[in-house]
């Protein structure tokens, strides 16, 4: 008998499975809140395997949608790098101007962590850049609402299963809202997902990967030789089997023709991105953590269920470092950001009529280059951070023009701040950092610089004041002093003819660290 890794546990038993880090044990269950007799009518985005049919999902057309996509085949060609490979590639949909996404979603059985925000914005930045360039992209991105870590924390709390991954779901959507990540095309969920699910395993064990032993349903790895191609593991680096714990009464379960029981995770996702996007799609992604067991599971389980399964691009975002010197460094810089988009738009809530559609040269070779760089570093596997890095000739422009002698006789100095700030909003935009008041994010970001500095804004302006005291005596000494204290905590002076102000900026301890190591 070959390898075998198990794909289903019935509700009572005790098994052993070889290597449970490849295909954990796909449990089918009944239970009071889903009907396994309902079937949802899933209607597929698009599939290459049948291109002339229209993008749906549910009855809505992407074009209805994705209404805010650019009009016109792509503009640009895009490099992404792709696991599977190991290596960047020239991103070329399976269909034309379209882009089928899917991105495997949080398990709902705890609140999200940092390392749920930078799977989610990555991959939203990827959706927006996608759609920036002109393709229709159908985006899907799942919930793991039935799962043991979730009947686990569900027992701790004394609460239903369901109920709880229901009220984690909806957690993690306001998270994202408040990370202003635009919502999937379609965000399904397991527990609506059970006959495909079903449906699957059945195809996997009629093509002769997967057979039933004893109430089980086992995958044979060893019938599929391509296991590991995307993680490089072999069938001897798994590790030994492990003890399958016993299911218990009172939980969810469907049934199925193996008896009752539930899915593991990653039988579903293999399962519901085949629901919505065929067998052959585009984009397949989620953190680095998942490359093995789950992705390269659900290649296998996909694979052995239809021959012609095929993603093409296998994505993967990395770790989250927690830098506290880079983190305070992107704070001091996108209040600049703010800051001078705000002034802004004040002056130009002044002047919005009368202007006039030329600009000078030198203004338009800084919009110029500030576009091809960020056409150049988004097409390079959303090299993001050399966008941001460009921001700052646009930005120290518009700076001038607001606020310096030269800059403010500048005859077409509206025109060329209006055209500034156009392009940065729509740059900010498509990297979903666009907010939606200038004010409201100057004001947040303030909100955060007090928090960390363990201040109030009142104690920050009695400390202005004393400040401005000492000056009026001459007290420069005191003077400093206030200063640099203010600037330890990550709070800026900024004196002007108008008066004094404060600004969130990187603490001096941590600007200290970045000219010692240059």
Not at 270 to 295: R, T
Request: proline share 6%.
């Amino acid at each position: 008998m070959g390898t075998l890794l198990k794909c289903y546990k019935p509700l009572f038993s005790i098994r052993f499975s070889s290597f449970p880090n490849s295909l954990h044990s796909v449990q089918l269950r009944t239970h009071s809140f889903n009907n396994p007799k309902r079937r949802n009518p899933i209607r597929r985005c698009f599939s290459s395997l049948s291109p002339s049919s229209r993008p749906l999902i549910n009855g809505t057309t992407l074009d209805k949608m994705d209404g805010n996509r650019q009009p016109g085949s792509p503009s640009s060609e895009m490099w992404l790098h792709n696991t599977m490979s190991k290596k960047k590639e020239l991103f070329k949909p399976k269909v034309e101007d379209k882009v089928g996404m899917y991105v495997c979603g949080v398990t709902a059985y705890d609140l999200s962590h940092i390392g749920h925000a930078r799977v989610y914005v990555t991959f939203d930045v990827l959706y927006r850049y996608l759609k920036h360039l002109g393709y229709e992209v159908c985006y899907v991105r799942n919930f793991t609402d039935v799962d043991d870590k979730i009947i686990a924390r569900a027992n701790e709390l004394a609460e239903d299963p369901i109920s709880l991954s229901r009220r984690y779901c909806d957690e993690f959507i306001q998270d994202m809202v408040h990370l202003q990540c635009l919502p999937p095309s379609v965000e399904p969920r397991v527990s609506d997902h059970m006959p495909h699910i079903i449906d699957m395993i059945k195809q996997i064990v009629d093509n002769g990967y997967a057979y039933r032993v004893e109430g089980d349903v086992f995958f044979s790895v060893e019938n599929f030789p391509e296991y590991g191609q995307l993680s490089g593991r072999k069938l001897e680096d798994n590790r030994a089997g492990e003890r399958v714990a016993s299911a218990k009464e009172g939980e969810p379960f469907w049934e199925s023709p193996w008896g009752p029981g539930r899915p593991g995770w990653h039988i579903e996702c293999s399962a519901m991105s085949a629901a919505y996007l065929g067998y052959s799609f585009d984009i397949h992604g989620g953190g680095m953590d998942l490359v093995f067991p789950h992705h390269e599971n659900e290649i296998a389980q996909s694979c052995a269920a239809c021959k012609q399964s095929n993603v093409s691009y296998w994505i993967h975002n990395g770790f989250v470092t927690v830098d506290s010197e880079k983190m305070s460094k992107s704070l001091g810089n996108f209040f600049t950001i703010r800051e001078t988009l705000h002034d802004c738009e004040n002056v130009l809530s002044q002047h919005d009529k009368g202007l006039q559609e030329s600009i000078p040269p030198e203004t338009l070779n800084v919009i110029n280059k500030f576009h091809n760089d960020f056409s150049t570093s988004m097409s390079d596997d959303l090299h993001t951070p050399v966008v941001l890095a460009a921001l700052s000739d646009p930005l120290k422009t518009i700076n001038d023009l607001l606020h310096t002698r030269k800059g403010k006789k500048q005859a077409t100095r509206i025109e060329s701040v209006a055209a500034l700030e156009k392009i940065i909003r729509n740059v900010l935009s498509v990297l979903g950092l666009m907010p939606t008041s200038y004010s409201e994010a100057l004001q947040q970001l303030r909100e955060m610089a007090l928090k960390r500095a363990k201040l109030t804004e009142d104690k920050i302006l009695q400390k202005i004041e004393e400040r401005s005291e000492a000056r009026k005596n001459k007290d420069y000494e005191k003077s400093d002093a206030i200063r640099k204290d203010l600037a330890v905590v990550g709070i800026a002076l900024m004196d002007s003819p108008d008066g004094t102000s404060w600004r969130p900026a990187i603490p001096l301890p941590l600007q200290e660290q970045q000219v010692a190591a240059t």
